[in-house]
């Protein structure tokens, strides 16, 4: 191994881990300032509270009707999932073992919604989408972040399909067994815990997409993240501790989902495995 021990490139990493580091504190320093400001009684012109209370978690959940907010929240997630499970891992399956004319176009379909800004096509998807009367519907909300959700269960589940070896599809074949059969006793052991990750990370991305949300959702299909949006910029007087314990409920709800995935899954082993995958192609 060689070490470089030339004084400008060290200079250089140092600056570069201190930016980081900077940026690193002052996210956390944000972070735990909502947080305390949410249990504040009382928070101008000092450094610390001048009381702790939990007042506003109550006084958010009644004033931006959390509870039907969190249902709705919920039941998208849900409804996104497991559409684009389905979808995702039958279109994954296809694609890591199938050859046919025209993949890597159908592939880079597919990549198109993960690379290109939300708004580029949310705004016409959108207005599509009230033109035909789903705007502003569940269905609507549902169908409009099924969009990127299914491309990125495709991205995710297709490394964990290619290192499961064909011969042994093939094998379980030539014992008689039916397409339905191979896929529920031989590669869903295999490949659950690749789906699960999968589905995970998918909730994780639909509870914190927002554009696509924003656009499409009406009055009774706002997610957390849009109804924290209009409790900011609505007009009138709100208490800033309530729209704290608002979004401190959105990061909770975001970062125990996160946190589960993780368990299940390593983001670097995922692009280790995408790239000798896409280097075949």
Do not use: C, H
Request: glycine share 6%; aromatic share 12%; charged share 10%.
């Amino acid at each position: 191994m060689i070490r470089d021990d030339n004084p400008l490139s060290r200079l250089w990493r140092t600056i570069v881990l201190l930016i980081a580091a900077l940026f690193v504190l002052n996210l956390f320093a944000l972070i735990a300032a909502v947080a305390l400001n949410s249990f504040a009684t009382r928070w101008l012109g000092s450094w610390a509270p001048s009381g702790l209370t939990t007042r506003w978690y109550s006084s958010a959940w009644d004033e931006f009707q959390l509870g039907d907010v969190l249902l709705v929240t919920f039941e998208v997630v849900f409804a996104v999932v497991i559409i684009s499970g389905l979808i995702g891992v039958t279109a994954a399956y296809a694609l890591a073992r199938r050859e046919f004319p025209g993949k890597r176009a159908v592939i880079l379909l597919f990549l198109a919604p993960l690379v290109v800004p939300p708004l580029t096509y949310g705004v016409p998807m959108a207005s599509l989408l009230y033109r035909i009367g789903l705007g502003g519907t569940f269905s609507g909300v549902v169908l409009a972040n099924l969009v990127p959700t299914i491309p990125f269960v495709v991205l995710v589940m297709t490394p964990f399909i290619e290192q499961i070896d064909p011969r042994i599809e093939a094998a379980a074949r030539v014992f008689g067994a039916s397409t339905f059969s191979l896929f529920l006793r031989v590669l869903a052991p295999l490949l659950a815990p690749g789906i699960l990750a999968a589905l995970l990370l998918a909730l994780v991305r639909t509870i914190a997409m927002f554009e696509l949300t924003f656009l499409t959702a009406g009055p009774d299909s706002q997610t957390l993240v849009v109804a924290l949006y209009y409790a900011v910029f609505a007009s009138g007087v709100r208490a800033g501790q309530s729209i704290d314990a608002m979004a401190v409920i959105y990061m909770a709800t975001t970062l125990v989902w996160l946190v589960i995935a993780l368990q299940f899954v390593d983001p670097t082993q995922i692009v280790a495995r995408t790239r000798p995958s896409a280097a075949r192609q």
